[in-house]
């Protein structure tokens, strides 16, 4: 059976070239280069409009009487929403940051030795949507699929128990939460019993990824971005993120909409596995990440997925499907060569 792991590495992103997976050394920079300077829009790239200014997606309470009703309407009108008494314990949260701002902080040169190979799927680098677009983003990433043992050990010799620990405890306490969120949201769209047991198996299945963000402080913010406009590829993203705003979200008819930091919340997104087998009724929202002139920003995305084997389709009860039916490693193939087209290109 197939890995996430193994459907990333045999569908990279092409065209893939090395500068797009090495980093600036952003501490060196006093000036924003030519290769990291974004011609300026009047949305580009921190500009909120005015009638977005008053919006914020929904933060629901999962302790509340009436959460599965919430969950289900927020996927349905904004594919976004934070989620509060979560399960997962703020001590956690903070050792996930802080732990993170370690990573990132080391020197360029320590970080390089578990740099992102061009057809690899883990380490050190940026983005993996980069080669997608002609500038370079704000960003430094590193790529989590089970084990962080591997590169921990490079970077810290004789501490790197810490860091993974936290780590492997953080993805156990999300990957419970994610699966408490699909049941929910499974409930919501009234599913079969039958299909309503998949979710078990995606419990059961080691397909995820964890991805840690850094946007360092930049000194022109409004001709940088750190991570430019797209959709998360698979089923739901739950994201940790520190108290700088950054993350915004595209909202039809009123432009890019903030989602300002809840304190001790978890932000989630409805991904594109999930948009095909809501039949379309959930919107995979289309989302992107600011800088900050002055403040560095950390986030820490854990993508849920079912087995890269599994077969993604509308569910049955959801009638006309809009989806053709196809293994997750095919439409990971598809977005791999089509960033922005994969959705289309499996309409019925």
Not at 28 to 34: C, I, K, R, Y
Not at 273 to 289: D, E, G, K
Not at 303 to 323: H, N
Request: one cysteine or more; aromatic letters at 10%.
């Amino acid at each position: 059976m197939s890995t996430l792991s193994e459907a990333y590495r045999n569908n990279p992103v092409s065209p893939l070239q090395l500068h797009h997976i090495i980093p600036l050394d952003f501490k060196s920079q006093h000036a924003v280069p030519d290769s990291h300077t974004w011609p300026y829009s009047d949305d580009f790239p921190s500009r909120v409009p005015s009638a977005a200014a008053h919006l914020s997606v929904p933060t629901i309470d999962l302790a509340g009487p009436n959460a599965v009703e919430f969950v289900g309407e927020a996927c349905k009108t904004w594919g976004m929403f934070q989620v509060t008494n979560h399960g997962i314990d703020l001590r956690l949260l903070e050792e996930v940051e802080s732990e993170t701002w370690r990573l990132f902080s080391l020197p360029a040169q320590q970080k390089m030795k578990v740099l992102r190979s061009p057809g690899g799927v883990t380490g050190y680098g940026c983005a993996r949507i980069a080669p997608f677009f002609p500038k370079s983003m704000w960003h430094e990433g590193f790529t989590i699929m089970g084990s962080s043992v591997e590169h921990a050990r490079v970077l810290w010799p004789h501490d790197y128990k810490r860091f993974c620990d936290v780590m492997e405890e953080y993805q156990k306490k999300v990957k419970t939460l994610a699966h408490r969120l699909m049941l929910m949201i499974l409930k919501s769209l009234d599913v079969s019993e039958e299909e309503q047991k998949w979710a078990a198996m995606v419990e059961s299945s080691e397909s995820h990824a964890f991805q840690l963000n850094y946007y360092p402080s930049c000194p022109d913010p409004n001709h940088a971005i750190g991570l430019a406009p797209h959709t998360d590829s698979l089923l739901l993203t739950v994201l940790h993120q520190s108290a700088t705003t950054g993350l915004q979200i595209l909202r039809d008819e009123v432009g890019w909409v903030e989602v300002s930091p809840v304190a001790g919340a978890l932000t989630v997104n409805v991904g594109d596995l999930l948009h095909i087998f809501s039949n379309a009724q959930f919107p995979t929202v289309r989302h992107r990440a600011v800088v900050n002139q002055t403040r560095h920003r950390i986030s820490a995305a854990f993508f849920y997925a079912p087995p890269a084997d599994s077969i993604v389709a509308p569910f049955s009860k959801l009638r006309f499907p809009r989806y053709r039916s196809l293994t997750v490693k095919e439409y990971i193939g598809i977005k791999a060569n089509n960033l922005d087209m994969a959705l289309s290109s499996i309409r019925i």
